[in-house]
């Protein structure tokens, strides 16, 4: 006990050197006995922010709920705007036909479900192939005569007779342009509706052979680009690559499907024994913490030492050996750098240096090592103790789902806000308004009784203030999922704070401390959790708006100044983001356990870690390792279960029926990723929990003495490891270790 005495006054002084620059630690207050009931709201005004926000996004929705109409997405577009079948002038034509259909036999249309070619509405699909505008670039006028005019696909209120014999596409020129400047499709191929669109029959249904696609009218297809697409053979190798991708996904997805609906019952089985397997991992810890963390020392340690070893080894075997003398120079030949002994010097003397300065730190951080062992072994015992805790990110979840499922909705809505934008068109030259002017249909025949000038449907378009409401309604997606995650954090600081502040254990920990703590943050603290998801919401969209600005100069501006200042900025702002999240969850632990509003509780959590910063140095690190280690620990438990079971090589499971799958790998991944995802939301709570324990610890020793007025709460363990004791025997020593 002397040498642990020593070490505690030594900490102690270091300590008051730091008070004097580093704030104001709390002082003692007779009356706290853990997370204080009679507190005030705080941040009333961000509060308040935060409603009239929410208000203003039930605006955006209403707006985008009365102009827009995500069923266009579903139905088919035309080139013009219209929604195949449903809207006024092509309620009669309710299937879509792309003009050139190898235009859109690319990877880009199948990754941007665009297709560069004109789209119209038919009331039926062709059935035959037709190519006229290879019989007009072979006859040319003479072509006339024979042509079928009423198996032509033109666009709306073009008659193209009538334009070649009396309109503006007359002779043998005339009768080309129909084609080259897209008025007429230069070819048809027998369709079939497919989600309400005419696609070839090739594709959606199996026809042996490509030629089937010509008759003895028709050899080849010339598309409106002059392209001679030539025989069935060249058909065949233009559309083979889309089609031969169709069909593997198709394939595919049917295979995944049939795997995933033959293995359900054991895929939740699988996710099943992973949540088993993380509530176990988290109990044990209070055992196993140590161990796991001096095996892992020692076992780097070793790695070290043995690497180092060998290098030096092979450094000497090299010696004599011709060539290995050589002078160190860059070649693009890496392994010509292991035939050489300076190489193996080098990568002998930094695994001998990086093994030599983490012996130190380790020597020298030892103590502090112990203390953050027994707080993870501390948090294990909390956890335990109000094991509701460990199903408390259901319902954070399932409020996320919820916000994401009301700002797509919202988003859906604005994005499809579309109006009708008329233009003047065939205006005289004397006329008020110019071509391409916007007008009003309503009102445009009676402001304008006596002219030629028409208000034409031009396209339908978004309004100019749509892009701000994406803005505003992405901003808010950010800041209320950020509310939720903080309200969550909040909630569980409150819970384990009530647990440390016990005096002793079990004993004195209040009832139902979860939802109690749920209460204080909702009745209380709604605009401290507001204000701080709030600075979070700004800095994550100012770094949505970094990458747009990037992503619209990418191509367009060559200017290295530029590109490196945007890409700093993105660096900062995501260093930024990380600082401020690790200071808001230190915060919410402040607010939950004495009530004080955001920018109190940072300014306090913030001084209380810089006093501290070794001891939050490696309490953090440890416990990130230890979550870390214990997610991939469950996970690979059930993933490599999960694989012996799929290939039968579990001899004492033959009794049950392994299910017949195509891949078994599909299953397995499912399994391998559902389970990550619950051991991921188990192990949040256990960040919480030693986070928690921790800032309490903290206050625990700058705020209490031992003696009989101010006993220290913390567990007989951490007190012998920073040599302090209660200078009165309690209860609490002989209970705070209680299993």
Not at 39 to 51: A, K, M, P, Q
Not at 71 to 83: E, F, K, M, Q
Not at 278 to 302: D, E, H, K, P, Q
Not at 373 to 394: G, H, Q
């Amino acid at each position: 006990m002397g040498k642990r005495n020593r070490i505690g006054d030594k900490e102690q002084l270091v300590d008051n050197r730091k008070k004097k620059n580093c704030g104001k630690p709390r002082t003692y207050d007779p009356q706290f006995d853990g997370p204080i009931q009679n507190r005030s709201c705080t941040d009333i005004i961000c509060c308040l922010f935060f409603l009239i926000c929410i208000g203003g996004l039930g605006f955006v929705g209403y707006l985008g709920y009365f102009n827009g109409d995500p069923t266009i997405l579903l139905y088919p577009t035309d080139s013009s705007g219209n929604v195949c079948g449903r809207d006024d002038a092509v309620v009669d034509k309710p299937y879509l036909l792309y003009f050139d259909y190898l235009a859109c036999a690319n990877l880009e249309t199948l990754v941007d479900f665009s297709c560069a070619t004109p789209q119209i509405c038919v009331s039926s699909c062709p059935n035959i192939t037709y190519a006229p505008y290879a019989l007009v670039s072979v006859l040319g006028i003479a072509a006339a005569p024979i042509l079928d005019w009423s198996a032509l696909v033109c666009e709306y209120g073009f008659d193209p007779q009538e334009e070649f014999l009396t309109g503006d596409y007359q002779g043998a020129y005339g009768l080309t342009q129909i084609f080259e400047q897209e008025k007429c499709a230069a070819y048809t191929l027998p369709e079939s509706v497919y989600a309400e669109r005419c696609v070839p029959t090739i594709l959606v249904q199996t026809i042996s052979n490509v030629d089937d696609l010509f008759n003895e009218n028709t050899s080849y297809i010339l598309t409106s680009d002059g392209t001679n697409q030539g025989d069935a053979a060249v058909i065949a190798e233009t559309l083979s690559s889309v089609l031969t991708i169709i069909l593997q996904l198709q394939g595919v997805f049917e295979v995944l499907y049939e795997d995933v609906v033959a293995s359900w019952h054991v895929i939740l089985i699988g996710i099943g024994i992973g949540t088993l397997l993380s509530m176990v991992f988290i109990v044990l810890m209070r055992w196993f913490a140590g161990i796991i963390v001096y095996l892992t020392i020692l076992l780097l340690f070793a790695l070290l030492a043995v690497g180092t070893f060998y290098c030096f080894w092979y450094w000497k075997q090299l010696e004599g050996v011709q060539g290995s003398d050589d002078a160190l120079t860059f070649t693009t030949n890496l392994l010509s750098y292991l035939r050489l002994r300076i190489t193996w010097l080098i990568f002998g003397c930094v695994l001998g240096g990086i093994l030599l300065i983490l012996l130190l730190i380790t020597l020298c951080l030892c103590n502090r090592i112990r203390i953050a062992i027994a707080l993870i072994k501390e948090s294990s015992r909390a956890v335990s103790s109000m094991f509701s805790t460990l199903f408390w990110p259901i319902i954070p979840f399932i409020l996320e789902i919820f916000v994401v499922c009301i700002w797509l909705s919202i988003s859906l809505f604005v994005s499809t806000s579309y109006y009708n934008r008329y233009t003047v068109v065939d205006a005289p030259v004397d006329f008020d308004l110019a071509n391409g002017t916007e007008c009003l249909m309503d009102t445009f025949n009676a402001t304008y009784p006596n002219t030629t000038a028409r208000c034409q449907f031009a396209e339908y378009t978004l309004p100019w203030y749509t892009v701000y409401m994406q803005f505003y309604s992405l901003f808010m997606l950010f800041w209320l999922i950020n509310f939720v995650i903080a309200l969550g954090q909040m909630t569980l600081a409150g819970a384990f704070a009530s647990y440390y502040w016990a005096f002793t254990k079990p004993q004195d920990i209040p009832a139902f401390p979860l939802f109690k703590s749920l209460w204080r943050s909702i009745r209380y603290h709604l605009g401290s959790l507001a204000f701080g998801s709030l600075i979070i919401a700004i800095i994550q969209l100012i770094r949505v708006i970094l990458e747009y600005v990037e992503k619209k100069l990418k191509g367009k501006m060559d200017n290295k100044v530029v590109q490196y200042i945007i890409k700093c900025l993105k660096c900062v702002f995501w260093i930024l983001e990380k600082v401020m999240k690790f200071i808001n969850k230190n915060a919410y632990i402040i607010i939950a356990i004495y009530g004080d509003n955001f920018c109190k509780a940072s300014q306090d959590a913030f001084w209380l870690l810089l006093r501290n910063i070794l001891r939050v140095t490696v309490v953090n690190k440890l416990t990130d390792f230890i979550i870390l280690l214990g997610k991939l620990c469950v996970t690979v438990l059930i993933g490599v279960a999960a694989f012996f079971y799929f290939t039968d090589q579990i001899t004492f499971l033959s009794f049950l029926t392994i299910p017949d799958v195509t891949y078994y790998w599909t299953p397995i991944i499912i399994i391998c990723i559902g389970t990550y995802a619950i051991a991921w939301c188990f192990f949040s709570v256990y960040d919480m929990a030693v986070d928690t324990l921790f800032l309490c610890f903290l206050e625990d020793l700058e705020r209490h003495d031992g003696s009989a007025e101010k006993p220290y709460y913390m567990s007989r363990e951490l007190k012998d490891l920073v040599g302090k004791k209660n200078k009165v025997d309690t209860a609490q020593d002989s209970d705070s270790d209680y299993e």
